[in-house]
């Protein structure tokens, strides 16, 4: 029963689609089917010419790879073939070389036998002259001892002689005390006690003469210089100069030994002594010890 009121039956009915769908849907399958077969072939045929131009590729890469390895191989020949003629030259030449070398060694050898046969013979000669020499020698040794044995003797001769030479020059020779109240040495009083003095070799001997206007002189290691003289009463004034130092010897006499020390710490003094006084002139010798000692 309708309860809307709107009459269905009478209504007109839409004429269905169906009858000209259906050829259309048709027709797009048979162009559908057709383009796949197309394509189909398109791809077959495109899958053909790759696999195509790789065989080509392949054969052609083959062929290239055979023919590098035969050059290869006929280069690997060659340098075989070369190594071999050049291992045989090599042989061939240290053949001649082993050769060559025993000839040399074989000449050397003999020259130098021929060399030490001479050497030896040269040296024989030279120890036989040589023996007879030493024989010379001793026979001349032998005779110069006798000379020496004779020599001794009147050595010990001599040096008793010296000694009572020294002796005598010792007692001639006086002792004084110095101007610092120190005994002196022996003291010379003229040129020849000053010989004597210097022949003992105690001390070491300076001689000097010395003038006023000459000022500053060396004499030794020190200086002196002449300020005063009275001839008079044979005295006189000296600067002295030693390590340094100036200081004045005044009024002293003729072979009075003046003493002063030349560095500080020495035990024994250094000796000025005057033989001479003249007007502005003195004459002696400076006094000085071998070997200077340190005072305690």
Not at 14 to 23: D, F, H, L, V, Y
Not at 108 to 133: H, I, R
Request: glycine share 4%; hydrophobic share 35%.
């Amino acid at each position: 029963m309708n309860t809307d009121g709107y009459d269905y039956e009478n209504q007109p009915v839409e004429k269905t689609r169906s009858g000209w769908a259906t050829p259309a849907l048709a027709i797009g399958l048979v162009a559908v089917a057709a383009f796949s077969i197309f394509e189909f072939s398109q791809v077959k045929d495109l899958r053909h010419e790759v696999t195509m131009r790789e065989n080509e590729q392949s054969a052609s890469i083959q062929s290239q790879a055979a023919a590098e390895n035969s050059a290869l191989q006929n280069t690997v020949s060659d340098l075989q073939a070369k190594l071999a003629d050049q291992q045989q030259q090599n042989t061939q030449s240290l053949a001649r070389v082993q050769s060559a070398a025993q000839r040399h060694a074989d000449t050397e050898t003999s020259t130098l036998a021929k060399a030490l046969e001479q050497k030896s013979a040269e040296q024989s000669d030279a120890f036989n002259t040589e023996l007879a020499g030493v024989k010379n020698a001793q026979s001349d040794t032998a005779s110069k001892i006798d000379g020496v044995s004779t020599s001794v003797d009147t050595v010990k001769t001599d040096l008793l002689s010296t000694k009572a030479v020294a002796d005598k020059t010792a007692s001639d020779l006086e002792r004084a005390t110095g101007d610092m109240g120190v005994m002196s040495g022996l003291i010379a009083t003229n040129g020849k006690q000053i010989s004597e003095l210097r022949a003992l070799g105690d001390r070491n001997i300076y001689e000097f003469t010395i003038t006023k206007k000459a000022g500053m002189q060396k004499v030794g290691d020190i200086q002196l210089r002449l300020t005063k003289t009275d001839p008079k009463h044979n005295a006189y004034t000296v600067i002295v100069m030693a390590d340094d130092k100036m200081f004045e010897k005044k009024d002293r006499t003729a072979n009075e030994p003046v003493q002063f020390y030349a560095a500080p710490g020495t035990r024994t003094p250094y000796e000025v002594v005057v033989n001479q006084v003249d007007k502005d002139t003195i004459k002696g010798y400076l006094a000085t010890p071998k070997i200077t000692t340190a005072r305690n």
